[in-house]
Each structure stands twice: as structure tokens, then as C-alpha cells.
């Protein structure tokens, strides 16, 4: 690591020891994984175990222990329903501290989304409770992206719901809420499937979660192809990105069951004369 991200550790660590009310720190992310490990662009993600974490999420004046920050808010954590502050230091430098209760730790670190997290590497700048022999090995597997029938059937009810409520939206005139739709809700679904279809033939193959790395898994022919999914602020452009996307989806979601063993329940030729009459 950079000499100034040690130094910023080092002063976490120095303080998480100095508080009675914080139990543990942990890096994790980027700066702590065993694959796919920092670059010049990534954050720091630290984990806080605390007695009050909506204290910390409440007043943000801590961070100055730290360096000056230039920006600072919260939100949900991407795992584990939890919060983080998220920061921007003068020196350019973003940390994002997960703030979680110390009291059901041990309970916490088992879960398995976070479990999943540490999995990928963590490195441990404080531990008042004794988390070592829970704490899961760095590297270990992680688990398979595989749907059962019930989530298969979820997902692809899902996306072609909103595919027709998006081309609805369209026709209203409300470019904006379709767009978004289009080239994010509906997006969200399709690399869901694109996780699955791709572990269906590799199993072997890290997906990572919401399409990190994508660039990575994902085969050279559907990246082409996406491409041609998303849609200018433009009502002719959103609709043909609309079809675009649904084609996709739609050979993915054959594919994958296919290879699955899984049972198509939507009415796939039902559904596109509905999207042809909307969008007419």
C-alpha cells in the first residue's frame, strides 16, 4: 500500500483503540482482497463495530481525526442492511467506514453476505472482541450465483412486468422515468441472469455481485451486444434500447434455463404483442 493510506490506517487504528465505545476495525474491499486488488482509483472501505452506530452516522465530526474532510453523507451499506459514512478527504482520498453494532458481531461476520465480503480479504486493524477464530479465511470460495425455479421464475416475471410498465411509461411521454427504467431497473435484472447464465456453463467463474468487474466474466459477445441495450433522452432511442434489452434478456433467460433444467413460465410471445401494441 501507499505510504498515505497506511498512515490513514495507522490513525484509525490508533483512534478505534483510544475509543471504549468501538470494538473493531477492519479493511476490507479492494485494499484488502485477494483478487482484483487496489488500484489508483479505489476507496477504502473500513468496517466499525460500535455501540451506537447511528451516532456515528448522525454526526460526522470524528472524521477530522482523520484529515479534513471536503465532502461526507451516509448510506446503506451494499451488503448486510446496515449504514456507512462515506468520505472525501483534501487529499483526494475516499473512505467509506460500514458502521455496525458490536453487540451480535460474532452473529454479524457469519452472515452470509457478509461472510461473502470478508471471504474476498480483510485485514484486521483492531479487535477488542476476539473475532479471529469466526472471522472467515481470506480466499475463501465464494458461493455459487445458481437460481432455484422460485428465483428464476421471480426474475424473469420481474423484467417483463417492467419492460411493458417501462413501455407504458414511454407513450405517456415520460421519457425520463422510462429511460431510467430501460437502462437501469431493467439492467439490474439483466445482469442478475447474465450471472447465471454464465455460471451455468463455468461454474467455476467469480461474478462478483450487481456487475462489478463485468468486463472480467462476462463472454466478448454479450458485452457487443449490450452496447446496443442502452438509449439516448430521446423517446424513439428509449424504445428501440427497450427491444434491444428484452432480446437479450429473453435469449439469455432460454439459455440459461436450458441449462439449468429450469421451466420458462412467461408468455413470451403474449408479452411482446403487448410491448408491439404499446410501443405502436
Known sequence: MVEHIERLLAAVAAWARQRHDIHAALVVGSHARVEVSADQWSDIDIVLMVDNPMAYAADGSWLA?????????????????????????????????????????????????????????????????????????????????????????????????????????????????????????????????????????????????????????????????LRSTFAGYDAIDVARALWATADMFERLERECAERLGLELTVAHDEIREHLRAVLA
Open 65 to 225: 481525526a482523520f484529515g479534513r474532510p471536503l465532502l461526507t453523507f451516509t448510506e446503506p451499506t451494499a451488503v448486510g442492511g446496515f449504514v456507512e459514512r462515506r468520505v472525501l478527504f483534501d487529499t483526494g482520498q475516499d473512505v467509506d467506514f460500514a458502521l455496525l453494532p458490536a453487540g451480535p458481531a460474532q452473529q454479524i461476520v457469519t452472515r452470509p453476505e457478509v461472510a461473502h465480503v470478508l471471504g474476498r480479504g480483510f485485514r484486521v486493524l483492531v479487535d477488542k472482541l476476539n473475532l479471529g477464530e469466526t472471522l472467515p479465511s481470506s480466499g475463501a470460495s465464494m458461493p455459487s450465483a445458481q437460481p432455484d425455479a422460485a428465483a428464476f421464475g421471480h426474475l424473469t416475471h420481474d423484467f417483463w412486468y417492467h419492460a411493458l410498465w417501462t413501455a407504458k411509461k414511454l407513450q405517456r411521454g415520460e421519457v425520463w422515468v422510462a429511460k431510467q427504467s430501460c437502462d437501469c431497473y431493467l439492467k439490474a435484472l439483466l445482469v442478475r441472469l447474465l450471472a447465471w447464465h454464465t455460471q451455468a456453463s463455468h461454474p467455476q467463474v467469480d461474478v462478483w455481485h450487481e456487475g462489478r468487474f463485468l468486463e472480467r466474466w462476462a463472454d466478448k459477445q454479450t458485452l457487443l451486444d
